[in-house]
């Protein structure tokens, strides 16, 4: 159905979205017009919010193709995504040293960090890439910590501090 909305130019209902970030349930019209790499998610352009967005397929209760055209492709652009499928405007480079354990689990959940690892030695890879949004890549380093070591990231030790504050220490 996406595909051929696309093709045929026309908007498109996500019906019962699942938003993480509103937390909230609910149907979005929008132009769909291109799939990030991995065919995870579509890029749109969101009518509500006059905005592009980008919408997880899985988390999309069905798609209901309207009869309406189009009216903003020149709006069409795809945004940047990294490879933790953070979105964002602004580059932020991290360097991390990493166990193989951390490396393997970095690959299987994350595939588009294979190209940024390079080996180091026996016992250690190191991540060296660029991010978006400094939440995705925290989010993989909270959940293995001690496998993981911050070469370089300074945005990346403050995001976990400040984390651990607010959400750790309460414990």
Request: with cysteine.
């Amino acid at each position: 159905s996406l595909s051929k909305a696309i093709h045929n130019k026309l908007c498109v209902v996500l019906h019962n979205y699942q938003s993480s970030n509103s937390g909230k349930i609910g149907d979005r019209l929008v132009e769909v017009f291109d799939f990030t790499d991995n065919s995870a998610s579509i890029w749109c352009y969101d009518l509500e919010k006059s905005d592009i967005r980008l919408f997880n397929i899985a988390r999309i209760g069905s798609v209901e193709i309207t009869q309406t055209p189009w009216s903003n492709q020149d709006k069409h652009k795809c945004g940047n995504i990294d490879i933790f499928n953070m979105t964002g405007n602004e580059r932020i480079s991290i360097c991390l040293r990493m166990n193989l354990r951390a490396k393997n689990l970095l690959i299987e959940e994350y595939p588009l960090a294979k190209e940024h690892i390079s080996k180091e030695d026996n016992n250690s890879w190191l991540l060296s890439t660029e991010v978006y949004n400094i939440a995705g890549v925290a989010r993989f380093y909270i959940g293995l910590a001690g496998s993981i070591e911050i070469v370089n990231a300074p945005e990346l030790v403050t995001y976990v501090r400040e984390y651990r504050r607010a959400h750790l220490d309460k414990i």
